[in-house]
């Protein structure tokens, strides 16, 4: 990933950020929004972060910054390697007398070490220098690609060039080559005939529409008004745009996000499972339920909003070792865009996606990704699933889909006392009623009784125990490093449910530390600010 900024000179001495402050002088560049010089680079680049409401971002290394050995270093500045980059007689030489390959060099044998030799990480940075002597006029050969094994595919109906043209033929400006006078790139060319759609390569007779002065690939719906009263669409068959009166739901509210005029969500609700399992549904029913069989945590149940994206959440449930008064989330499942996404306590770490080849992570519009101690799911249409591989699952869903959801999230309708529907729509009695009637699977030595139907209690001494400071009183503590959370996050039920797991598993610290980690996360997504409560001794960072 890389991204240029260019500035006319109007704006000498005038800029701040992480760019510098284009002043001419290159000594003074970690200057701070104070316009005082900073130490070090963590220190201005902290200065200036902008706030963004991510809780979960930092601003170091969170512990050792990664280093590179001596003898690493070494090895990647080979001439195979890195080191072609500034080889005198090497794929890249026509261009070091106008543009020193040293910097460049450094950045490849840091990022490729780092990255444990990744070769992707070597093929940017030899694109990078590669690009920046392109932009310099210097005509570049190709041969690295072959040299280092970065072969660059090209997309359909398209071509690789090593000096092709800035600026490519589209559908909205054929001519667009004919006028350039920006120097050539290393790109993908459109076979003849072919010209640019957006970033897809097509026959001039399958461009879309041109309306008011804006192109629109064929097939897309645009928004005429900023009030979202009246959606088009550029027709495919015809090439002309076609116009309906319509409005956005009323769980949702017109508005720009990315630049983009569309309909959004006007909130966002989570429903959350942790401990043994303790669940708050979508509306905020708080229910425990112990059965160690698969169960829908949530999915679309309704079929009449056919814009929504079918989703479904499992949880595989089971008893923890010897323990079997009580239950706990094992494996969490997402199926989205026909991928089944899994994250297991068996696999601590990971997450293992089968993915449907026709549907490849659908286009950008799912993403999975490590923050912090959870496994992130997220999808563009607003889902949210987090898990930590050791009982705590979260789910957040935009207010799209209110109303329309089933499954031990409750249906989300902003009533608490009909959140035990089954798939049936009738009502359950009990929460084993209720999760029983979602389960799904045929796993015979499962139950969504507790062991001998008889669900476990807590010894009262015990729990006067574990309610004081020492263990979860942390949580309520008005002084504690949850303070600034309370005010949005009521601690009352995660505190009695902290006192539940602490009884049960006989002051085990792994439930303490759970317990204090789910209320971290709702505090988190809240947002609110957490203190530091982990130490080398406690719940270890």
């Not at 070494?74 to 080889?87: D, F, S």
């Not at 865009?337 to 996606?353: A, Q, W, Y």
């Not at 607003?382 to 889909?401: A, R």
């Not at 031990?408 to 959140?419: A, H, I, K, M, V």
Request: with cysteine; proline share 5%.
């Amino acid at each position: 990933m890389k991204f240029y900024i260019t500035v006319p000179s109007s704006y000498f001495r005038t800029l701040g950020g992480l760019c510098g402050n284009y002043n001419g002088d290159h000594n003074d560049e970690f200057t701070n929004p104070k316009g005082n010089k900073e130490s070090t680079v963590v220190k201005f680049a902290q200065s200036w972060r902008a706030e963004d409401g991510d809780l979960l971002c930092h601003d170091d290394c969170q512990g050792e910054c990664p280093s590179c050995t001596p003898a690493l270093q070494q090895k990647y500045k080979g001439e195979k390697l890195c080191g072609l980059l500034a080889k005198k007689d090497g794929s890249f030489a026509s261009c070091h007398n106008v543009l020193d390959p040293g910097m460049f060099m450094d950045n490849c044998v840091y990022d490729v070490c780092i990255n444990e030799g990744i070769y992707e990480f070597l093929c940017e940075n030899m694109k990078s220098y590669n690009d920046a002597c392109l932009a310099e006029g210097v005509k570049m050969s190709p041969e690295w690609r072959t040299i280092t094994g970065c072969s660059l595919e090209c997309p359909s109906n398209s071509y690789y060039e090593a000096c092709g043209t800035a600026c490519p033929a589209s559908c909205s400006d054929p001519d667009a080559e004919a006028k350039c006078k920006e120097p050539c790139v290393e790109t993908c060319q459109c076979n003849k005939g072919f010209v640019l759609s957006g970033d897809k390569c097509v026959s001039k007779e399958s461009c879309g529409c041109s309306y008011e002065g804006r192109y629109y690939p064929s097939g897309m719906k645009f928004w005429e008004d900023d009030k979202c009263t009246k959606q088009c669409e550029c027709n495919p068959g015809t090439a002309k745009v076609e116009c309906k009166a319509t409005a956005c739901k009323k769980s949702e509210v017109c508005g720009l996000q990315s630049g983009k005029r569309d309909c959004y969500p006007t909130s966002y609700a989570t429903c959350q499972g942790s401990g043994d399992p303790h669940y708050r549904t979508f509306d905020g029913k708080r229910f425990d339920f112990q059965g160690t069989c698969t169960y829908v945590l949530s999915k679309l149940v309704s079929k009449d909003d056919k814009s929504l994206a079918p989703f479904e959440v499992l949880v595989k449930n089971q008893h923890r070792g010897r323990n079997t008064a009580v239950s706990y989330t094992k494996t969490v499942t997402v199926i989205v865009f026909k991928n089944i996404i899994t994250m297991s306590r068996d696999n601590p770490g990971k997450v293992l996606v089968k993915i449907s080849r026709q549907h490849y992570l659908f286009y950008g519009q799912l993403s999975i990704f490590r923050s912090g101690y959870f496994g992130m799911v997220k999808t563009k249409f607003g889902l949210t699933l987090k898990f930590n591989w050791n009982s705590h699952v979260s789910l957040t869903l935009p207010s799209s889909y209110s109303d329309l959801i089933g499954g031990l999230c409750g249906n989300w309708n902003g009533q608490r006392n009909d959140d035990f529907l089954k798939p049936d729509k009738s009502p359950a009695n009990t929460p084993t009623v209720f999760g029983d009637s979602w389960k799904v699977g045929n796993d015979p030595d499962c139950s969504s009784d507790c062991d001998g139907k008889k669900c476990p209690t807590c010894d009262h001494s015990l729990m006067l125990d574990y309610q004081t400071g020492k263990y979860c009183g942390r949580i309520t503590d008005k002084n504690g490093p949850f303070k600034h959370c309370h005010a949005k996050v009521d601690p009352t039920e995660y505190y009695e449910d902290c006192v539940f797991d602490m009884c049960l598993y006989r002051g085990h610290a792994s439930a303490l530390c759970n317990a204090l980690s789910t209320y971290t996360s709702a505090c988190q997504d809240a947002p609110a600010k957490v203190e530091q409560w982990r130490s080398d001794s406690f719940c270890r960072k």
